[in-house]
């Protein structure tokens, strides 16, 4: 299987089920505002710092996010375009 991506789109697309995987996950614990796109934005941070990093990395890091970090991200991005 080839692991070389062309765009960050292509990428994004090879991660999507495991993205929409952690969004039902947290909308099963009352989280309903998260989205997709929200989850691929934090952990991208994360992802510009890493080197060799792998698909299965990524979907490791998706699959295991820590909802708090998530949360919190949430809420002070959402204080600061208020």
Not at 61 to 76: A, F, G, H, T, V
């Amino acid at each position: 299987m080839n692991d070389e991506f062309q765009s960050i789109d292509e990428l994004y697309q090879r991660v999507l089920p495991a993205l929409h995987t952690k969004v039902h996950k947290l909308s099963m614990r009352g989280i309903f505002h998260i989205t997709e796109d929200d989850i691929w934005i934090f952990l991208m941070e994360k992802w510009k710092r890493g080197n060799g990093l792998t698909l299965f990395d990524m979907v490791h890091d998706i699959l295991n996010l820590d909802e708090r970090s998530l949360l919190d991200e949430s809420s002070n991005q959402k204080d600061n375009t208020q």
